[in-house]
């Protein structure tokens, strides 16, 4: 059984999502009710920022190296653009600001497989 089986992914998820329980427990007052938000934002980031090691090590033995980076955003990009229609009702991007975004993404993709 190696670190990356199906159950001990899933062992570790419920193990973070507890600790975060816990720790939202410990909080009281007027300061947990206005800060609750903040904490499970933080929370929610830290435990997809954590999945995303397992899954992604997982992902690159079952699929090629190109086939996983294109699902990974593609499937990303409308849910992240859904989020920005949501937040800023516009998604408009100038046309100077493209080969910028284009360079900047594909170092970024790049520089992350290596």
Known sequence: MGLLDRDNIIEEFFEIIIACVLFLGRMEGENMTSNTVYYLGLIFVSVVWGINFGVSRWAMDVFPAEVFVFLRFG??????????????????????????????????????EI
Do not use: C, H, N, Q
């Not at 998604?91 to 493209?98: A, G, S, T, W």
């Open 75 to 112: 499937l990303a990009l409308p849910v992240l653009f859904l989020i920005l229609k949501w937040t800023e009702s516009s998604v408009k991007v100038e046309k100077r600001d493209l080969m910028t975004l284009a360079v900047v993404g594909l170092i970024g993709v790049t520089a992350l």
